[in-house]
């Protein structure tokens, strides 16, 4: 119901996108955040933006560089990710929460897109 995308290799620095598609139905008047997860670590919070994208809040170590947005016309979340660092690496996950301002109960789950930062 979820499909993440746009990760990749990017040197440190260097800018990646990630989008969140979905239908509809499972996007409406729902919040959307994004975690990324490590081997080894659990899943962190990364950023969370509410249905009309009035609020944003976003984990302390990507303030300032990660950027939340969406789109509900196309049924997709993004996240504009600058200036990467090797701790940015990870597995990232978008989720829809069951509020439509996040509330940290996800409903559903994206697979998961790889984001590689080397140094």
């Known amino acids: 119901q979820l499909q993440a995308s746009g990760g990749g290799l990017v040197q440190a620095g260097g800018s990646l996108r990630l989008s969140c598609a979905a239908s509809r139905r499972t996007f409406s008047n729902n919040a959307v955040a994004w975690f990324r997860q490590t081997p080894g670590k659990e899943r962190e919070f990364v950023a969370a933006i509410s249905w009309r994208g009035g609020s944003t809040n976003y984990a302390d170590s990507v303030k300032g560089r990660f950027t939340i947005s969406r789109d509900n016309a196309g049924n997709t979340v993004y996240l504009q990710m600058n200036n990467l660092t090797p701790e940015d690496t990870a597995v990232y996950y978008c989720?829809?929460?069951?509020?439509?301002?996040?509330?940290?109960?996800?409903?559903?789950w994206g697979q998961g897109t790889q984001v590689t930062v080397s140094s």
């Open positions: 989720a829809v929460d069951l509020s439509s301002t996040w509330s940290n109960r996800p409903r559903y």
